[in-house]
């Protein structure tokens, strides 16, 4: 059975840093495209970064220089690094592998004061 669980989110002030993972079982990563998402109140779900199974990353323009994807191959897990953090970050962030189906995470929450 596939099982993605995020992890590392909570509340953080503006300007500070957080760092989610997404550990994986029942599948292995390493050759796996992964995304991270993220879904706002009342907004949809929206790709935040993505590292490819060759690991090629891309980022939404909204954090393009804050933010890094990577992947831990030893742990099978996924990492988003986020940094220089604003209240426009604040969502429920997902993980997601792509193997033929789509595996989603549970989430985690961010929340960034202001």
């Known amino acids: 059975q596939v099982q993605l669980v995020e992890s590392g989110g909570g509340l953080v002030q503006a300007g500070g840093s957080l760092r989610l993972s997404c550990a994986a079982s029942?599948?292995?990563?390493?050759?796996?495209?992964v995304g991270w998402y993220r879904q706002a109140p009342g907004k949809q779900r929206d790709l935040v970064a993505r590292?490819?199974?060759?690991?090629?990353?891309s980022y939404a323009d909204a954090v393009k220089g804050r933010f890094t994807i990577s992947r831990d191959n030893a742990n099978n897990t996924v990492y988003l690094h986020m940094n220089s953090l604003k209240p426009d970050d604040t969502a429920v962030y997902y993980c997601?592998?792509?193997?033929?189906?789509?595996?989603w995470g549970q989430g985690t929450q961010v929340t960034v004061s202001s």
């Open positions: 590292i490819s199974s060759g690991g090629s990353t």
């Open positions: 029942g599948i292995m990563l390493r050759d796996k495209s």
């Open positions: 997601r592998a792509e193997a033929g189906f789509y595996f």
